[in-house]
């Protein structure tokens, strides 16, 4: 990287073009992209309009408007691996109907990394993307308090994203985004309450949610970001939470018991009947060794008595996943797609860890350390559930594809390939 290039990254993104530079496809992509980030936590549906808009406007794009092909970043070629190993797994598997829409899902959160690679050319776009998410989340936050303390709530559920541990895996990715830009960047005092707010909103949904794996999760990662920025007030965000379970289990008896429970050492680290359901996966990965029964194929049918996998394995009507994102993995795509998850974490870590000295703008910091957390968070998450779900993905491949093209703006390429290994971080 040239001293020009890294003058211009640490001043922020000159290089991108203005507002008036977009032509009209361009200015809809990008904000379809927003309103799609938005909708992630509200509306299953809205943000599959908004998915199917920019996936049409982005093709109509690629192959009507842009002539040059940009250079695929590394967390691209770890994608396109990942949708590839799917492919085969689903060609190779005995049923061709869920194997179909395992493939769909995969390609829906691939894509979407190069829709936002599209989309985002402006200064200023990681402010919109962090406002997106903060308004989306924190309107779900309001309308989830609603249904909790005056509609009722038999069962936990976060809206679109759905039950306790996914939504806390996604609550979570959130907070650590939002901390991160606080403690980062200097916004206006306006903009620090509303972002504030939404912190605490997302804190009381986290700590009603009884996920114990994430708010793990967030104590170890949240303590980990606040030595990492030296920005000693994060740490209070972990204090709420603790207060917030605290104020939950002395209002509700069942959590009491289960924090009781928790509280002897033996119980804590024991994950309920999941080494069952893990030794079961195995048994399916042993059977179908290079590419599994299929993507989606773990569970068919609801009715286990119907389940052609679950039912041959013993495997219990309430168990519709190996609830381990690797396990899970091998039992569905094979050593094929294990494979290919590993090179798409080595991938998205070494993206990360190559702008650790880097000196970055300010916004641009704040995005890479949230992300940095974001995909710690859903590694956590992997150990008791397939972490890679819909939102989830969308979420960190629009961060990683913000990322990319923030810094490819400054340094050519994809931005990971030119620096001086003597280039320090710039520090505030």
Request: charged share 15%; with cysteine; glycine share 10%.
């Amino acid at each position: 990287m040239s001293g020009d290039q890294i003058g211009t990254v640490a001043q922020g993104i000159e290089p991108m073009v203005g507002a008036a530079g977009l032509t009209a496809l361009e200015r809809g992509l990008r904000w379809s992209v927003l309103f799609t980030v938005a909708m992630l936590p509200l509306s299953e549906a809205a943000k599959n309009i908004g998915f199917a808009v920019s996936l049409a406007l982005y093709l109509t794009l690629l192959f009507l408007h842009d002539r040059q092909r940009p250079a695929l970043p590394l967390v691209g070629l770890g994608l396109l691996g990942l949708f590839g190993a799917t492919v085969l797994s689903a060609l190779a598997s005995e049923y061709p109907y869920p194997a179909a829409r395992g493939v769909w899902e995969v390609f829906r959160h691939a894509s979407f990394f190069f829709i936002a690679l599209r989309a985002f050319r402006l200064d200023g776009d990681i402010g919109r993307f962090v406002a997106a998410i903060a308004v989306g989340t924190g309107a779900a936050a309001l309308v989830f308090f609603y249904q909790y303390f005056l509609v009722g709530m038999p069962l936990f559920r976060f809206l679109s994203i759905g039950g306790k541990n996914a939504s806390a895996q996604f609550l979570v990715m959130v907070l650590l985004l939002l901390l991160s830009v606080l403690a980062v960047v200097r916004v206006e005092a306006r903009e620090r309450w509303a972002l504030a707010a939404a912190v605490i909103a997302l804190l009381l949904v986290l700590g009603i949610s009884e996920a114990r794996t994430m708010w793990i999760a967030f104590i170890v990662l949240g303590f980990g970001l606040t030595v990492w920025l030296r920005r000693w007030w994060v740490a209070v965000a972990v204090v709420v939470l603790v207060g917030v379970v605290t104020v939950v289990a002395i209002q509700d008896q069942a959590v009491r018991e289960r924090l009781a429970y928790l509280s002897k050492a033996r119980n804590f680290l024991r994950f309920s009947e999941r080494p069952v359901v893990w030794q079961q996966s195995l048994r399916i990965w042993r059977d179908h060794p290079w590419f599994g029964v299929g993507p989606r194929a773990f569970k068919i049918d609801e009715d286990v008595s119907r389940d052609p996998v679950r039912s041959r394995y013993g495997i219990e009507g309430t168990q519709g996943q190996a609830h381990n994102l690797w396990v899970h993995t091998a039992a569905e795509m094979g050593a094929v797609g294990l494979l290919a998850l590993f090179g798409w974490m080595a991938a998205v870590g070494i993206s990360l860890w190559r702008l650790h000295r880097i000196p970055l703008d300010p916004w641009v910091r704040g995005l890479w350390v949230g992300t940095v957390g974001a995909f710690g968070a859903m590694m956590i998450a992997g150990v008791t559930e397939p972490a890679i779900g819909y939102e989830h993905s969308l979420l960190l491949n629009a961060e990683l594809a913000l990322l990319a093209t923030t810094v490819a703006s400054a340094c050519g390429d994809d931005g990971l390939r030119r620096r001086k290994p003597g280039v320090q971080e710039g520090r505030r």
